[in-house]
Structures are given as C-alpha cells and as structure tokens.
C-alpha cells in the first residue's frame, strides 16, 4: 500500500509556470507506475500525465504535451509535474495516482491509490 500527498498547487497568472510534487509512503515506490490527473468545477477528471517505474516511459494528453513533464525522484519516493505557459483552462484540481507493477496507462481505473489532490488556479 502507498499513500499520497500533492504539494505545489497556487494561483499563478496565465503564461506562468508551478511545479507540482507527489511523496509517496512506504519503500516500495519504484514499483509504481506514477500518473497525474486534473478535475476542473464541473468537469469529469481527466488524464494529464504518465510515468513508468524507471522513468523511460512518460505520456502526456495532447493538450499538455509540449508545456507539462512529469518526472520521478525514486531515491526520494518523488513524482512531479513541471507546468509551463500556463493557460486558464488549465484550472482544476490536480491529482497524483500510483499502479502497481504493469505498464503505464491513461485509464483512471488502473490506478489503485490517490492523492487529496492540489487546487491549481490560472488567472487571465
């Protein structure tokens, strides 16, 4: 089991950048696949980011490819999210989830564990 906690979330103005971080518990981390979702008001959560166990393996939803990077800190039990040329559509509250073992995946239901989640705001 694998608990998480996001830090990193604020208000920042359009055009600006906010790097989001996900500690996980427990010893076992590189074991996880690591992905990053987003629930804006109103809207179903969505997939934003994905992250193999190693590292070598990442996928991004197209509307974030280009301006986000997820990255892992295995040493540090650490997934992030680097968020660049933030837009107002970017607004949501941002999740961090892990799978255990497998490949990864964009498929919310093929992670077991979820973090409280980050309020992320991008003002016009």
């Known amino acids: 089991q694998v608990q998480l906690v996001e830090s990193g979330g604020g208000l920042v103005q359009a055009g600006g950048s906010l790097r989001l971080s996900c500690a996980a518990s427990?010893?076992?981390?590189?074991?996880?696949?690591m992905g990053w979702f987003r629930q804006a008001p109103g809207k179903e959560r969505e997939f934003v980011a994905t992250?193999?166990?190693?590292?070598?393996?990442?996928d991004y939803a197209d509307s974030v490819k280009g301006r986000f990077t997820i990255s892992r800190d295995n040493a540090k039990n650490t997934v992030y999210l680097q968020m660049s040329s933030l837009k107002p559509e970017d607004t949501a509250v941002y999740y961090c989830?892990?799978?255990?073992?497998?490949?990864?995946?964009?498929?919310?239901?093929?992670?077991?564990?979820w973090g409280q989640g980050t309020q992320v705001t991008v003002s016009s």
């Open positions: 989830a892990a799978r255990l073992l497998g490949l990864v995946t964009k498929r919310q239901n093929e992670y077991r564990y």
């Open positions: 427990g010893r076992t981390f590189n074991l996880y696949n």
């Open positions: 992250i193999s166990r190693s590292g070598g393996t990442t």
